[in-house]
Nanobody, 120 residues
Framework: QVQLVESGGGLAQPGGSLRLSCAAS????????MGWYRQVPGKQRELVAM???????TYDDSVKGRFTISRDNAKNTVTLQMNKLKTEDTAVYYC??????????????WGEGTQVTVSS
């Protein structure tokens, strides 16, 4: 089973920055989409940003202009650069990889999450 591990979470002040990274525990044949999600208590997990294998990116409106997602195909990692942080960004952040096997089966993998807290 592929395991994803997030890193880079922590405490930041409003207006500050954090950089999240996600790494896979083993080789993945092909990663179609790499994404970052976040979740707060009492709310559904929501998409923050994603990047396809073409490099095309999608962002939630709440983070456009502030967050940047990027992928490193050689390392099978995805990064979320978070700038101009707001208190509303406080959440547990999860990475997700949508992958395909050599047999073209689609498989999704989730990380365990990393806490991001934005507070003065």
């Amino acid at each position: 089973q592929v395991q994803l591990v997030e890193s880079g979470g922590g405490l930041a002040q409003p207006g500050g920055s954090l950089r999240l990274s996600c790494a896979a525990s083993e080789i993945i044949f092909r990663i179609l989409i790499m994404g970052w999600y976040r979740q707060v208590p009492g709310k559904q997990r929501e998409l923050v940003a994603m990047v396809g294998d073409s490099g095309r990116t999608t962002y939630d409106d709440s983070v456009k202009g502030r967050f940047t997602i990027s992928r490193d195909n050689a390392k099978n990692t995805v990064t979320l650069q978070m700038n101009k942080l707001k208190t509303e960004d406080t959440a547990v952040y999860y990475c997700k990889y949508k992958t395909t096997t050599k047999a073209t089966a689609i498989r999704d993998y989730w990380g365990e999450g990393t806490q991001v807290t934005v507070s003065s």
